[in-house]
């Protein structure tokens, strides 16, 4: 079993920037890829990010490219989402997650630990 907690959430405005932190615990020796997904109201998840199983390399989906930036620290068993020139449609509930390194990296149903999930809300 792996428990994802994650923070950092917040209320800014558009252009601002926020780092989400994702902690992991219990059974972190093993690897897991490790992803972000987000969900707005009326709409469904969708994917955000993500570092392979291996933990060298990522994914990011093309709205959020060169403005998002994954990071980790081995150490604490943290991962960061880095989110930069924020804009009024990254608004969402973002949720860290853990899959093995089986599936698709991009989809919600192969994940297999989910975190409750961090506020992100962007004014205009």
């Known amino acids: 079993q792996v428990q994802l907690v994650e923070s950092g959430g917040g209320l800014v405005q558009a252009g601002d920037s926020l780092r989400l932190s994702c902690a992991a615990s219990g059974r972190t020796s093993s690897n897991y890829a490790m992803g972000w997904f987000r969900q707005a109201p009326g709409k469904e998840r969708e994917f955000v990010a993500a570092?392979?199983?291996?933990?060298?390399?990522?994914y990011y989906t093309d709205s959020v490219k060169d403005r998002f930036t994954l990071s980790r620290d081995n150490a604490k068993n943290t991962v960061y989402l880095q989110m930069n020139s924020l804009k009024p449609e990254d608004t969402a509930v973002y949720s860290c997650?853990?899959?093995?390194?089986?599936?698709?990296?991009?989809?919600?149903?192969?994940?297999?630990?989910w975190g409750q999930g961090t506020q992100v809300t962007v004014s205009s």
């Open positions: 997650a853990a899959k093995s390194y089986s599936g698709s990296y991009y989809s919600p149903s192969a994940y297999d630990y």
């Open positions: 570092f392979n199983w291996r933990g060298d390399r990522t």
